[in-house]
């Protein structure tokens, strides 16, 4: 195996033998410049001259060997900066000349710049090159959904209204700064909405009503003192921008949460709002009763339990309709179609049955078939051994989850989600494709 005798190389200096999956990613890195093409045209876009600061800036090359090990090591942006300083291994392994480092400001501006799309495409490579040296497969593939959590509190209405006081306030304080009494109202003001959420809080039901109320006439206030700011105000742009942008949300939770705690009626889910910061999160039941407040994650695990296809959904998508187009990706990234798909009872249908049989499959399992359904399999045996297998799948999503920081995301907006998970996704195979080499 050609990979690995290079990676033997890189363990001659005993620092790369303690950090396999960095070593790993060198020799990629040198083996495939091709890689660093992938991001370039998202790390160098929108790049503005400045007269001030520092005139240097890292390599695309730099850019991505750092989020790599920022994803590796699991680290803040912040301790990514100490390490470019302090760690050995890193100033190797980012190529820096005498230790000199960069800001976490400054590699939080272009690693960010990185898209899902852009990092997908890199993981695609690595697996081809798994393949290629053997280590992957592609004969079975194991799909199932996990959900994962954004980063916000659970939402209640009184918690949301608050959100909006406070965040309101903050902005038109920006807004009316030389204004020392408008300050101090809006700071009285929101010291008395945090008193009414506490005993709102702490306050049999039948008492809410009545709590609500001001609550809600303080939030009602704020709303149309941002109107008017936004309106008059000729300076303090960015806070006015920021402002005008919020107000509709504002107005969303003020009459879903007067809907539900004045009037007394329901606010259905697609008219909620989950959270005032993160507002692409989703509300997932899973079960009957508990409910999480994320986004739906699909995982195609392959043979050697690398993951091949992943994809992250907006709403809460039944998961029969999402098993097809994971092979179909499949089918397409690595040219070649999996003899055996195994998969829990929700993916289970007629038509997914028919549609894996007319793309080539043999075996064709679900753990659980509904009504007169049956699986497609060569032999009971082998049966049983897909639906053994594809309990292993749970066993990938919590690594992928406690090791790589997936239990709960805290990238802020639906892009940057997005661009962990699959950054989570590069570093998990990486990890995976070490240990079989060095099995």
């Given at each position: 195996m050609?990979?690995?005798?290079?990676l033997?190389?890189?363990?001659?200096?005993?620092?790369?033998?303690?950090?396999p999956?960095?070593?790993?990613?060198?020799?990629?890195?040198?083996?495939?410049?091709?890689?660093?093409?992938?991001?370039?045209?998202?790390?160098?876009?929108?790049?503005?001259?400045?007269?001030f600061?520092?005139?240097?800036?890292?390599t695309?090359?730099?850019v991505l060997?750092?989020?790599?090990?920022?994803?590796?090591?699991?680290?803040?942006?912040?301790?990514?900066?100490?390490?470019?300083?302090?760690?050995?291994?890193?100033?190797?392994?980012?190529?820096?000349?005498?230790?000199?480092?960069?800001?976490?400001?400054?590699?939080?501006?272009?690693?960010?710049?990185?898209?899902?799309?852009?990092?997908?495409?890199?993981?695609?490579?690595?697996?081809?090159?798994?393949?290629?040296?053997g280590?992957?497969?592609?004969?079975?593939?194991?799909?199932?959904?996990?959900?994962?959590?954004?980063?916000?509190?659970y939402?209640?209405?009184?918690s949301?209204v608050?959100?909006?006081?406070?965040?309101?306030?903050?902005l038109?304080?920006?807004?009316?700064?030389?204004?020392?009494?408008?300050?101090?109202?809006?700071?009285?003001?929101?010291?008395?909405?945090?008193?009414?959420?506490?005993?709102?809080?702490?306050?049999?039901?039948?008492?809410?009503?009545?709590?609500?109320?001001?609550?809600?006439?303080?939030?009602k206030?704020?709303?149309?003192?941002?109107?008017?700011?936004?309106?008059?105000?000729?300076?303090?742009?960015?806070?006015?921008?920021?402002?005008?942008?919020?107000?509709?949300l504002m107005?969303?939770?003020?009459?879903?949460?007067?809907?539900?705690?004045?009037e007394?009626?329901?606010?259905?889910?697609?008219?909620?709002?989950?959270?005032?910061?993160?507002?692409?999160?989703?509300?997932?039941?899973?079960?009957?009763r508990?409910?999480e407040?994320?986004?739906?994650?699909?995982?195609?695990?392959?043979?050697?339990?690398?993951?091949?296809d992943?994809?992250?959904?907006?709403?809460?998508?039944?998961?029969?309709?999402?098993?097809i187009?994971?092979?179909?990706?499949?089918?397409?990234?690595?040219?070649?179609?999996?003899?055996?798909?195994?998969?829990?009872?929700?993916?289970?249908?007629?038509?997914?049955?028919?549609?894996?049989?007319?793309?080539?499959?043999?075996?064709?399992?679900?753990?659980?078939?509904?009504?007169?359904?049956?699986?497609?399999?060569?032999?009971p045996?082998?049966?049983?051994?897909?639906?053994?297998?594809?309990?292993?799948?749970?066993?990938?999503?919590?690594?992928?989850?406690?090791?790589?920081?997936?239990?709960?995301?805290?990238?802020?907006?639906?892009?940057?989600f997005?661009?962990k998970?699959a950054?989570?996704?590069?570093?998990y195979?990486?990890?995976?494709?070490?240990n079989?080499?060095?099995?």
């Amino acid at each position: 195996m050609k990979l690995y005798n290079e990676l033997k190389l890189r363990f001659d200096t005993p620092i790369w033998g303690l950090h396999p999956e960095l070593a790993l990613f060198d020799v990629l890195l040198d083996r495939n410049p091709h890689f660093v093409k992938l991001v370039s045209n998202d790390v160098l876009s929108d790049i503005k001259e400045s007269n001030f600061g520092r005139k240097d800036s890292p390599t695309v090359e730099q850019v991505l060997r750092a989020a790599i090990y920022k994803e590796i090591k699991r680290l803040t942006y912040r301790e990514l900066e100490v390490d470019m300083y302090d760690s050995k291994i890193c100033s190797m392994f980012l190529r820096l000349e005498d230790n000199q480092g960069y800001s976490y400001s400054v590699m939080q501006k272009y690693i960010s710049k990185i898209s899902e799309k852009s990092i997908k495409s890199i993981v695609i490579e690595i697996n081809n090159i798994a393949i290629s040296e053997g280590i992957e497969t592609v004969d079975k593939i194991s799909t199932d959904t996990t959900n994962i959590e954004t980063n916000v509190h659970y939402p209640t209405n009184n918690s949301l209204v608050l959100d909006c006081i406070e965040t309101a306030t903050r902005l038109l304080k920006r807004i009316k700064k030389d204004k020392k009494d408008d300050n101090d109202r809006l700071d009285e003001q929101r010291k008395a909405a945090k008193k009414l959420n506490y005993d709102i809080n702490n306050s049999k039901k039948e008492n809410l009503p009545s709590l609500f109320d001001p609550y809600l006439d303080t939030l009602k206030s704020l709303i149309l003192e941002s109107w008017t700011a936004v309106r008059n105000s000729s300076t303090h742009i960015k806070a006015k921008s920021e402002l005008k942008a919020f107000l509709p949300l504002m107005i969303k939770v003020y009459r879903n949460a007067y809907k539900l705690q004045i009037e007394g009626e329901k606010v259905a889910n697609s008219d909620k709002v989950f959270s005032v910061f993160e507002t692409h999160t989703d509300i997932l039941v899973k079960g009957q009763r508990e409910v999480e407040f994320g986004h739906k994650v699909l995982i195609s695990r392959g043979s050697s339990c690398m993951i091949l296809d992943h994809d992250v959904f907006e709403g809460n998508p039944s998961d029969k309709g999402l098993l097809i187009p994971s092979i179909t990706r499949i089918k397409t990234n690595y040219t070649c179609i999996p003899e055996s798909s195994s998969a829990d009872g929700g993916f289970c249908s007629q038509e997914n049955l028919e549609k894996c049989k007319e793309l080539g499959l043999t075996n064709i399992v679900f753990t659980k078939v509904t009504k007169s359904l049956q699986n497609i399999v060569s032999s009971p045996e082998i049966e049983r051994i897909l639906k053994k297998w594809r309990g292993t799948t749970e066993a990938v999503i919590s690594n992928l989850k406690r090791g790589f920081d997936l239990q709960r995301v805290l990238w802020e907006g639906f892009e940057k989600f997005c661009s962990k998970v699959a950054w989570s996704v590069l570093g998990y195979n990486l990890r995976v494709m070490v240990n079989r080499m060095l099995e």
